[in-house]
């Protein structure tokens, strides 16, 4: 005999079973790779941000995926951790050929980015809108889905000087490396179309009473406030102790605390609310968003930003992908970026109201919108604003 | 406005601010001036506590009287959970295990928070009213106020029921001699049971207040650790302790918020802590004997 127990059978039997119930993934699959943060204080982005890649990936797929080759995507989650982030690259990479992979963090891009280099395998975009990564020369391999941070308040700016020529601003950022990022590049962008910054106000990133910097900012009387670094905390508590002390400054925000799922939970406090919005809201029914039909088809129920983040990250990483291919060069990481670098005038499926270009390393072109707490819904309140030099 | 009166409005909102950090700070005094355990999951009891009191408010739309005892009363029940099913077996054990098992517990109760809930912040229903509140001239933030007064009151009331209430005395007795305290005829495991009951109840109740001036989220627990420092400068096991160190870190971060930067809150408050155990390495009013881990 073979020394096979019953036993043994059973387990053998059980895992063949088990084996064959697997999607089949096939050996020319084109893999995506994720270190997405399905946990932890960034949980609520990671989430969606899988959700609209996937969606994105199938509906590539049922129309035949890249030249035949259907896409997969391939993730775990990181509980934006840097470590585990890369710990995820790690495993996937290796387990995969991976030519296209999706990054939690600002922390992970700069940290995983000297390995990019050194793989040339692999072009990365991800979750960070950090200004220091726009750099193509620093990050060759590298993009971001969007402007960046410091080309959002560019974007608030611009409405800002046109709306109101000459207004006090004072801005409000998180003590974080995500938080500081703009702020440099905010006040010169200020000085530049004759806006005045008034006050910085620094908030540690455990700070949920904000009285003391409220007193700060009805010294300092702005026209608006532009807050960056949060998701919502403390946002609304420094908006509802604005309003019982008069001040008239209109709120803005940037990307990540424009979802408006999350300020419909805090209701008529959030009334008013204004930000930069490199997307267009899942509710748009723009006649030239056929790609938001399709979303609304797909999911009946509200989809957050981080989904339209995931969403367009999925279809330009694709999108490079088919042209490389097309041109008949092998996927990786410069010929990737290549590709990526070849898309003008793109038109995104009304994901983006306008066509876009990427020239660099971002999509430099925003809207500003604003919460209207009756309808629960952000609402356009200025046309599409490229800061493309 | 002048330099004095915004001087005086700093003032209050940081004293407001230290006596949310202060209430929390109780819930870490009460379990270890009891049981000895440093209970490293006051911050996730919190989150609990916001979270409970959105289900009870805004979940099954009851007014915020019969929710607020609810959301407490709800932190309390995981307390006597908590202690029955995973404290007392450890009873005896080495303090780093115990330690340990609760900074298990903590991140046990946000997987479970993020399960039931969701990971997306949210905003709590609005109990507190919005007209501001001025004294003299000088504006607090209503929500602040609250808080203080609430902090104010419940801190008392700990301070008078361990003085007089015979339970109170037990607790005192068992947290300085539990072999002696059994020889009184003390129910030494029942104290354990109250003060994780009460301990892990003011955390849910810090929690509810918490939660309506900064919305909830599951990482909101990280406030926690901010009232560590607390318990550590006013010592580990006394209630004025919290108190006092409550109220000196939230005028310290106040005033350094306002003229240095907010970039030196936490500089300036954990820079403090150092000086406060160089000075007093068991606390500002701590018994000078304290473990250390």
């Given amino acids: 005999m073979f020394g096979i127990t019953r036993r043994t059978l059973i387990a053998l039997s059980a895992s063949a079973a088990i084996a064959t119930s697997l999607p089949a993934a096939a050996a020319d699959d084109i893999v995506i790779g994720g270190s997405i943060p399905l946990t932890g204080v960034f949980a609520f982005a990671g989430i969606g941000i899988e959700a609209g890649m996937q969606d994105y990936i199938k509906i590539l797929n049922e129309a035949g995926g890249i030249q035949g080759r259907k896409v997969r995507l391939a993730y775990e989650d990181t509980g934006y951790k840097v470590d585990a982030s890369v710990a995820v690259f790690n495993k996937l990479t290796s387990q995969d050929e991976i030519h296209l992979y999706y990054g939690d963090s600002t922390g992970f891009a700069k940290t995983i980015n000297g390995e990019l280099d050194r793989l040339g395998s692999i072009m990365m975009a991800g979750a960070s809108f950090a200004t220091e990564l726009n750099d193509p020369k620093a990050f060759p391999h590298q993009f971001m889905a969007g402007p960046d941070y410091s080309e959002m308040t560019g974007i608030l700016l611009e409405y800002i000087a046109k709306e109101k020529p000459g207004a006090k601003i004072v801005l409000v950022n998180s003590d974080t490396e995500f938080g500081r990022d703009p702020i440099a590049a905010t006040k010169a962008r200020a000085g530049e179309l004759g806006l005045e910054v008034v006050e910085e106000i620094i908030t540690p990133p455990t700070a949920v009473d904000v009285s003391t910097e409220v007193l700060k900012l009805r010294r300092a009387r702005p026209d608006y406030t532009i807050f960056h670094g949060y998701v919502l905390a403390p946002l609304p508590e420094f908006m509802s102790q604005a309003k019982q002390l008069g001040l008239e400054t209109k709120f803005m925000g940037t990307f990540w605390s424009m979802d408006s799922s999350i300020w419909a939970k805090v209701g008529e406090a959030a009334d008013g609310f204004m930000g930069v919005m490199p997307y267009r809201y899942y509710y748009d029914e723009a006649g030239d968003a056929p790609m938001l039909d399709r979303i609304r088809e797909m999911r009946p129920e509200y989809q957050s930003t981080p989904y339209m983040q995931g969403f367009l990250t999925a279809m330009l990483f694709t999108e490079a992908a088919k042209r490389t291919l097309e041109a008949g060069k092998e996927l990786n990481g410069t010929n990737l970026k290549a590709a990526l670098n070849s898309i003008e005038n793109f038109d995104t499926g009304g994901i983006i109201g306008v066509p876009i270009s990427i020239p660099g390393n971002s999509i430099p072109v925003g809207r500003i919108y604003r919460y209207d707490a009756s309808a629960q819904k952000m609402q356009p309140a200025s046309d599409w604003i490229s800061v493309q030099e | ?293």
């Fill in chain 2, 1 to 293: 406005m002048s330099d004095l009166l915004f001087f005086t409005e700093v003032t209050l909102a940081g004293l407001g601010s230290g006596a949310l950090l202060a209430l929390t700070a109780l819930a870490f005094v009460l379990i270890y001036k009891a049981t000895r355990v440093i209970n490293l999951a006051v911050g996730e009891m919190l989150m609990l506590g916001g979270y409970l009191f959105f289900a009870f408010a805004a979940g099954l739309g009851l007014p915020a009287f019969a929710a607020i005892p609810l959301a407490v009363a709800g932190g309390g029940l995981v307390g006597a959970i908590v202690e029955r099913g995973l404290i007392r077996p450890m009873l005896g054990e080495n303090p780093i295990s115990v330690f340990m098992v609760t900074i298990g517990l903590g991140s046990v109760l946000v997987g479970l928070v993020e399960l039931v809930w969701g990971t997306d912040p949210r905003a709590l229903p609005a109990f507190m009213g919005t007209t501001p509140v001025f004294i003299g001239e000088a504006y607090v933030s209503r929500k602040i106020a609250i808080a203080f007064v609430v902090a104010a009151v419940v801190i008392a009331v700990f301070l008078t029921l361990f003085r007089f209430w015979r339970g109170g005395v037990a607790l005192r007795a068992t947290a300085t001699d539990q072999a002696a305290a059994y020889s009184c005829g003390i129910n030494v495991p029942g104290v354990f049971s109250l003060a994780w009951i009460v301990g892990c109840g003011t955390a849910a109740g810090a929690g509810v207040l918490l939660g309506s001036i900064g919305g909830i989220s599951p990482a909101m627990g990280v406030f926690g650790l901010s009232a560590l420092v607390v318990v550590i400068v006013g010592g580990l096991d006394s209630v004025a302790g919290a108190l006092v160190g409550g109220l000196v870190i939230g005028l310290i971060e106040a005033w350094a918020g306002t003229y240095l930067g907010g970039e030196y809150k936490l500089v300036t408050t954990f820079g403090l802590l150092l000086v406060a155990l160089m000075i007093r390495p068991y606390g500002l009013f701590g018994t000078t004997e304290i473990e250390r881990l």
